[in-house]
């Protein structure tokens, strides 16, 4: 828990047609080689928002290792499901799973439990958009707008003053970008620190579609909401 | 000798069954119900090796209700027949599998469509419009691919069942008896009298 509340925030905001994921990256610096991130097939850095499945992403917060063994857990859960049911695994089946096997580390074996926090954003048919919450006990519950990590406190009494019900997806965009500008260490915002993501239904399809922004769509919404670094060069002709 | 009928509709599903329960030249019995209750909107009419049959239909409707009591929801008819035919292929390739074949027919809340499943004993499954297991299927698959209309009202679905009761009561060399129908709609499951 200690763990947790030093990482890296990550808050969730239901809207009625999607489910938006917003995370601060504590891993940053000029040498890290963020090229994986550029390309990559699934998007993200790997290191806070991940996909768990076509209907469901995940944001993380706490200890790094124990995330990724919890996401793998949940990854291969998912295509069991898929494997015996022929359909997409439903949001709260998924975070079920996972916290049955957090539960069973806090009463056997005497192993210590992860230390992790997840946020689920996902879709299915039986209760459309969702958004759970899961702790190191193996206790989750759904949320219209949440958050976890380090500023977890201000970012959810924002998230309570500013939510709506019945928002749309750009809306709650818009909203987790504003309380995360808030909530930040950094002064500035920008694609090196945020990891941002969106879930939603394709139009045609009318099934879910999960999208990690990649580095350089990350700027541009910053820069579309007006929370985007400035040039530097701009600042100095102004001056 | 079991013979099994479904087809689907305008928002329904009708299975059928025939209702005799025999053993070499003694019938035991004229009015066993094949066809189990799988759900609030999900029905399965079984044949096959007698005890496989009942042992595996009341395995499979145990294990749909502890997903319900578990999940809140029931399965929909095309998970629940993927999580059947699974069980089925798994056997297949154990020590002794089942040989049961089964015709499972719903109707899907979420989408407001019905849907029919045909699964036999080595876990092959077709989703399809109409269906018939046994020496049934020999005589009826051709009036159904004649008369089977997937619009039609439940008045005429059952009327397309009656001429394929009838045919088989007329060809087939044993006489079966009486013919239990049942139907899945939107509002649920129940009993028809043809």
């Given at each position: 828990?200690?763990a947790?509340?030093?990482?890296?925030?990550?808050?969730?905001?239901?809207?009625?047609?999607?489910?938006?994921?917003?995370?601060?990256?504590?891993?940053?610096?000029?040498?890290?080689?963020?090229?994986g991130a550029?390309?990559?097939?699934?998007?993200?850095?790997?290191?806070?928002?991940?996909?768990?499945?076509?209907?469901?992403?995940?944001g993380?917060?706490?200890?790094?290792a124990?995330?990724?063994?919890?996401?793998n857990?949940?990854?291969?859960?998912?295509?069991?499901?898929?494997?015996?049911?022929?359909?997409?695994?439903?949001?709260?089946?998924?975070?079920?799973?996972?916290?049955?096997l957090?539960?069973?580390?806090?009463?056997?074996?005497?192993?210590?439990?992860?230390?992790?926090?997840?946020?689920?954003?996902?879709?299915?048919?039986?209760?459309q958009?969702q958004?759970?919450?899961?702790?190191?006990?193996?206790?989750?519950?759904?949320?219209?707008?949440?958050?976890?990590g380090?500023?977890n406190?201000?970012?959810?009494?924002?998230?309570?003053?500013?939510?709506?019900?019945?928002?749309?997806?750009?809306?709650?965009?818009?909203?987790?970008?504003?309380?995360?500008?808030?909530?930040?260490?950094?002064?500035?915002?920008?694609?090196?620190?945020?990891?941002f993501?969106?879930?939603?239904?394709?139009?045609?399809?009318?099934?879910?579609?999960?999208?990690?922004?990649?580095?350089?769509?990350?700027?541009?919404?910053?820069?579309?909401?007006?929370?985007?670094?400035?040039?530097?060069?701009?600042?100095?002709?102004?001056? | 000798m079991?013979?099994?009928?479904?087809?689907?509709?305008?928002?329904y599903v009708?299975?059928?069954?025939?209702?005799?329960?025999?053993?070499?030249?003694?019938?035991?019995?004229?009015?066993?119900?094949?066809?189990?209750?799988l759900?609030?909107?999900?029905?399965?009419?079984y044949?096959?090796?007698?005890?496989?049959?009942?042992?595996?239909a009341?395995?499979?409707?145990r294990?749909?209700?502890l997903?319900?009591?578990?999940?809140?929801?029931p399965?929909?008819?095309?998970?629940?027949?993927s999580?059947?035919r699974?069980?089925?292929?798994?056997?297949?390739?154990?020590?002794?599998?089942y040989?049961?074949?089964?015709?499972?027919?719903?109707?899907?809340?979420?989408?407001?469509?019905?849907?029919?499943?045909?699964?036999?004993?080595?876990?092959?499954?077709?989703?399809?419009?109409?269906?018939?297991q046994?020496?049934?299927?020999y005589?009826?698959?051709?009036?159904?691919d004649?008369?089977?209309?997937?619009?039609?009202s439940?008045?005429?679905?059952?009327?397309?069942?009656r001429?394929?009761?009838?045919?088989?009561?007329?060809?087939?060399?044993?006489?079966?008896?009486?013919f239990?129908?049942?139907?899945?709609?939107?509002?649920g499951?129940?009993?028809?009298?043809?």
């Amino acid at each position: 828990m200690e763990a947790i509340s030093h990482a890296g925030t990550v808050l969730g905001v239901l809207a009625k047609d999607g489910v938006v994921l917003a995370a601060e990256k504590k891993v940053t610096g000029k040498l890290l080689d963020l090229s994986g991130a550029k390309e990559g097939g699934y998007g993200g850095s790997g290191e806070k928002i991940f996909l768990l499945n076509s209907n469901v992403i995940s944001g993380v917060a706490g200890i790094t290792a124990d995330a990724n063994s919890l996401v793998n857990y949940a990854r291969t859960a998912a295509q069991r499901h898929l494997f015996s049911y022929d359909e997409d695994i439903p949001v709260e089946q998924l975070a079920q799973r996972l916290c049955d096997l957090k539960q069973g580390y806090t009463q056997y074996g005497g192993l210590r439990p992860f230390g992790v926090s997840l946020l689920y954003a996902g879709y299915d048919v039986h209760y459309q958009f969702q958004l759970y919450h899961s702790d190191p006990s193996g206790n989750y519950s759904g949320w219209k707008a949440t958050c976890i990590g380090a500023n977890n406190g201000t970012a959810q009494s924002l998230l309570k003053q500013e939510y709506k019900d019945d928002i749309s997806v750009e809306d709650a965009i818009g909203l987790a970008v504003r309380v995360m500008g808030k909530t930040m260490d950094s002064t500035t915002l920008g694609s090196e620190k945020l990891e941002f993501a969106v879930l939603t239904l394709d139009k045609s399809t009318k099934q879910p579609h999960a999208r990690i922004y990649k580095p350089a769509e990350v700027d541009a919404l910053l820069a579309e909401h007006g929370l985007g670094k400035k040039e530097e060069d701009a600042e100095m002709k102004a001056a | 000798m079991e013979c099994q009928f479904a087809l689907t509709g305008k928002g329904y599903v009708i299975v059928a069954s025939d209702t005799t329960a025999a053993r070499s030249i003694v019938k035991m019995k004229d009015d066993e119900d094949k066809i189990k209750t799988l759900g609030p909107h999900m029905l399965m009419s079984y044949s096959g090796e007698p005890g496989d049959t009942v042992q595996f239909a009341e395995y499979i409707e145990r294990n749909l209700r502890l997903h319900q009591i578990r999940y809140h929801h029931p399965l929909r008819p095309s998970s629940a027949a993927s999580w059947i035919r699974r069980q089925l292929a798994d056997s297949l390739r154990s020590r002794s599998p089942y040989a049961v074949n089964l015709l499972v027919g719903g109707y899907d809340i979420a989408t407001s469509e019905p849907h029919l499943y045909w699964i036999d004993y080595l876990g092959t499954m077709a989703h399809i419009p109409f269906a018939a297991q046994g020496y049934g299927s020999y005589f009826a698959l051709s009036l159904l691919d004649r008369y089977h209309n997937p619009e039609a009202s439940l008045e005429e679905g059952l009327e397309t069942l009656r001429r394929c009761i009838s045919e088989v009561e007329k060809r087939l060399i044993v006489g079966l008896g009486k013919f239990k129908v049942k139907v899945v709609d939107r509002n649920g499951t129940r009993e028809i009298e043809l």
